[in-house]
């Protein structure tokens, strides 16, 4: 983030976070938020979009792709007019008394406060980023191997019965019961599936399918593998494809593989450890500071939002120990 739009970007928050809002007297004039030296972009009706406008917009596209967001005549157009359909309101709002209501400023303060925390969470976090995480990467590799196991594999036998689009549900349901009695009374799985399956695949793989993660099979069928034992013909199961029918063959442990095979996973794992670790530290730093209510600030709250049962209505010692907790 260039600086530039950082101070523009911290300027709107600051100027938000203190409730002012510096309209123009003469009501022909379009309020502004706060008076930016940047160069006008472009001007419709009230709304004035200048460079610093485009800056902070662009700051939610990934660095990488800015440029690409500015590449042409319609994208910079589109551009434009998403930023004209937001800024065009605050006028309006103006016109109408809204931003004079102490709610609504309330609203924008929140929502400022809001960006506050997240322009300091980016700045936090490029602040204490590490060049290199290879070091902090290969130490959660070698202290928690499972974390990059790799998923459970599956060997089965596969015969798919279509319905609804060749044959009725009903000649499908018959179908898939002969497969099955015919496979229980001794014939070949390979043989009934090469004959009459419906799966595309069986001329290649005759049914069978090898070190498949369940978790990648459409949900009745993983079900069914999640129960099934080793070498029994399991009974018809049916999904938006059709019925299948199932022979679980083997199954496969995840193995822990080599640091060279999830290095740059792990990398990517500890700087995200190692960010958010810190960033949770400011949070606990904020909810460590002392405070204490106003007296009798409860009772108004409650009061002001209907809430009259006195027997019921908690205190502020009875608040205190709740704040911030686990």
């Not at 399956?197 to 069914?224: F, H, T, W």
Request: charged share 30%.
């Amino acid at each position: 983030m260039s600086s530039y739009a950082l101070t523009s970007r911290l300027g709107l928050i600051v100027i938000f976070l203190l409730g002012v809002m510096a309209f123009q007297e003469a009501a022909a004039e379009p309020p502004v938020l706060l008076p930016l030296d940047s160069p006008t972009v472009l001007t419709m009706g009230q709304t004035t979009i200048t460079q610093a406008d485009i800056d902070a917009y662009l700051l939610r596209v990934p660095e990488e792709h800015r440029g690409g967001v500015l590449q042409s005549a319609d994208r910079i157009g589109e551009l434009l007019t998403n930023l004209v359909l937001i800024k065009a309101f605050v006028p309006l709002a103006h016109q109408e008394g809204l931003l004079d209501d102490e709610k609504m400023r309330a609203r924008l303060n929140l929502a400022a406060a809001r960006e506050a925390r997240d322009i300091f969470r980016e700045h936090f976090r490029r602040d204490i980023e590490l060049d290199d995480y290879s070091t902090r990467g290969r130490e959660l590799y070698l202290t928690d191997p499972e974390r990059f196991k790799k998923s459970e594999t599956i060997d089965f036998e596969h015969i798919l019965v279509l319905a609804g689009q060749t044959r009725s549900e009903v000649e499908a349901m018959a179908r898939v019961l002969e497969l099955h009695e015919m496979i229980s009374e001794g014939a070949e799985f390979a043989n009934v599936a090469r004959e009459y399956s419906d799966d595309p695949g069986v001329d290649k793989n005759g049914g069978l399918y090898e070190a498949v993660a369940a978790d990648s099979l459409v949900p009745q069928v993983a079900a069914l593998m999640g129960q099934a034992s080793k070498g029994e013909l399991n009974p018809p199961v049916r999904s938006q494809h059709g019925w299948h029918l199932v022979r679980l063959k083997a199954v496969h442990e995840g193995e822990i593989p080599e640091w060279e095979e999830v290095k740059d996973r792990a990398m990517r794992a500890a700087r995200e450890n190692h960010l958010t670790t810190a960033f949770e530290r400011v949070l606990r730093d904020i909810q460590d500071q002392p405070f204490e209510f106003e007296e009798g600030s409860i009772a108004k709250l409650l009061a002001r939002y209907g809430v009259v049962d006195d027997d019921e209505q908690p205190t502020e010692d009875e608040i205190l120990p709740t704040l911030f907790e686990d």
